[in-house]
């Protein structure tokens, strides 16, 4: 593994379901976020961890859960998906650099029906 | 509320320079950051500002008026394969990054 990788890269999902989105990076970083990306908006927090063990919530938490049981895994649960959360789904990561960049995994693209 | 406002479109031709504004009204500044994404890939890091003025990396240049809220990426010798959407975002107060819906780049030979 080099980077962030997410999984699975796309899924097609019926409404109701549960869905769980998988992030992992091995830049052993300690801020690990989870945005969602659609059409004509920015990308959009749901929520971060600033370290392993605590988590907090973005500008759109609802609907979505997180847990950051260690430095590099931070997966993103739907308990149950709904037509509205079709969406990219982009984990990154920042670590201690100069800047305080984000490091961007591949993206997951989400459709539910 | 907080706000980046960039231009969803512009078109330039290979060779030529481009400039993409940002304007922003956030509840603190931290930096600004622009990041470019190709069409199905993940934005990555250009530029960081943080301070007033122009930093240069190569062919992409940015820079920074904290006073007027306001940022440009300048890319110059336009290449197709800068063909791309450029996303402005501050850092705000709490460390978070506040995102501009991002600028798409049509370059043309």
């Known amino acids: 593994i080099a980077g962030i990788t997410q999984a699975p890269t796309s899924q097609i999902l019926a409404a109701g379901r549960r869905m769980t989105l998988r992030c992992t990076q091995d830049?052993?970083?300690?801020?690990m976020y989870w945005y969602r990306q659609d059409l004509g908006l920015g990308l959009r927090l749901i929520h971060y961890?600033?370290?392993?063990?605590?988590?907090g919530k973005g500008e759109v938490p609802d609907g979505y859960s997180v847990s950051r049981a260690n430095t590099d895994d931070f997966p993103l649960t739907l308990a149950s998906a709904v037509p509205s959360q079709t969406s990219v789904y982009f984990c990154?990561?920042?670590?201690?650099?100069?800047?305080?960049?984000?490091?961007f995994g591949p993206g997951t693209r989400l459709t539910v029906l | 509320g907080q706000n980046i406002d960039q231009p969803t479109e512009m078109t330039a031709t290979e060779g030529a320079i481009v400039q993409i504004n940002c304007t922003y009204q956030t509840s603190g500044f931290n930096g600004l950051f622009w990041y470019q994404q190709h069409a199905g890939e993940a934005p990555t890091f250009l530029s960081y500002?943080?301070l007033d003025g122009l930093e240069e990396k190569g062919r992409f240049s940015s820079f920074l008026s904290r006073s007027k809220g306001y940022s440009y990426l300048l890319l110059k010798e336009l290449q197709m394969k800068d063909s791309a959407s450029y996303l402005c975002?501050?850092?705000?107060?709490?460390?978070?990054?506040?995102w501009g819906a991002g600028t798409k780049l049509i370059i043309k030979p």
């Open positions: 975002a501050v850092m705000d107060s709490n460390y978070q990054l506040i």
């Open positions: 830049m052993r970083h300690n801020a």
């Open positions: 500002n943080v």
């Open positions: 990154a990561s920042s670590g201690d650099s100069s800047y305080n960049e984000q490091f």
């Open positions: 961890s600033n370290t392993a063990g605590t988590t």
